[in-house]
């Protein structure tokens, strides 16, 4: 899996001084990156029990979706403020880079529905700690994390302790 991080393209101080910003652009315009990682993450949870796959706007929609057809299960969207048009449940989080507020819709995610959360970097884990939130306000189970990639020096994993993560390429 390695070689995946040859199509990673880092930008220093993106979007403020002192980030190193993984961009993931790069990697899903190669036509092999682009399958190699989404078969990666599908082979990475293929044995995990689950219902569902839920992905976080906006980069998260980038392999969730594709995961989740490739492992023949639903979709569940977590979207930024007012963009989901039915009764939707909030959360607060704070990000490396600030802070945010995603929804879902409160009916995504049926009482003791196993939900696996796909997302393209686990960095400080304030977002991922936040959608667990969400899932279980609803009544879900959180099955686990598979992100593409993990930001070790950010001990994210720290705060998703409890949970099963795995990451496909680390830093
Ligand atoms: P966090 O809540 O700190 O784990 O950050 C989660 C989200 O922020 C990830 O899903 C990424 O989309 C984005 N993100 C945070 N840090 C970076 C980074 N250094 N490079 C690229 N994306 C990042």
């Given at each position: 899996?390695?070689?995946?991080?040859?199509?990673?393209?880092?930008?220093?101080?993106?979007?403020?001084?002192g980030?190193?910003?993984?961009?993931?652009?790069?990697?899903?315009?190669?036509?092999?990156?682009?399958r190699?990682?989404?078969?990666?993450?599908?082979?990475?949870?293929?044995?995990?029990?689950?219902?569902?796959?839920?992905?976080?706007?906006?980069?998260?929609?980038?392999?969730?979706?594709?995961?989740?057809?490739?492992?023949?299960?639903?979709?569940?969207?977590?979207?930024?403020?007012?963009?989901?048009?039915?009764?939707?449940?909030?959360?607060?989080?704070?990000?490396?880079?600030g802070?945010?507020?995603?929804?879902?819709?409160?009916?995504?995610?049926?009482p003791?529905?196993?939900?696996?959360?796909?997302?393209?970097?686990?960095?400080?884990?304030?977002?991922?700690?936040?959608?667990?939130?969400?899932?279980?306000?609803?009544?879900?189970?959180?099955?686990?994390?598979?992100?593409?990639?993990?930001?070790?020096?950010?001990?994210?994993?720290?705060k998703?302790?409890?949970?099963?993560?795995?990451?496909?390429?680390?830093?």
């Amino acid at each position: 899996m390695d070689h995946l991080k040859s199509l990673i393209r880092e930008v220093p101080d993106f979007p403020k001084p002192g980030i190193n910003f993984f961009d993931i652009t790069t990697l899903l315009k190669d036509q092999a990156g682009y399958r190699d990682v989404i078969d990666g993450l599908r082979e990475t949870v293929a044995a995990v029990p689950c219902d569902v796959i839920l992905g976080i706007e906006a980069r998260g929609f980038m392999f969730a979706p594709t995961v989740a057809y490739a492992m023949g299960k639903g979709f569940v969207p977590v979207r930024k403020p007012g963009k989901l048009p039915h009764k939707t449940t909030q959360v607060q989080y704070a990000l490396e880079y600030g802070h945010d507020t995603l929804e879902i819709h409160t009916d995504a995610v049926a009482p003791g529905q196993r939900v696996l959360i796909v997302d393209d970097v686990l960095a400080t884990g304030g977002t991922a700690g936040a959608v667990a939130q969400l899932v279980e306000k609803l009544g879900g189970t959180v099955a686990g994390f598979a992100f593409v990639i993990e930001l070790d020096f950010l001990n994210g994993r720290k705060k998703l302790d409890g949970y099963d993560v795995w990451s496909l390429l680390r830093y």
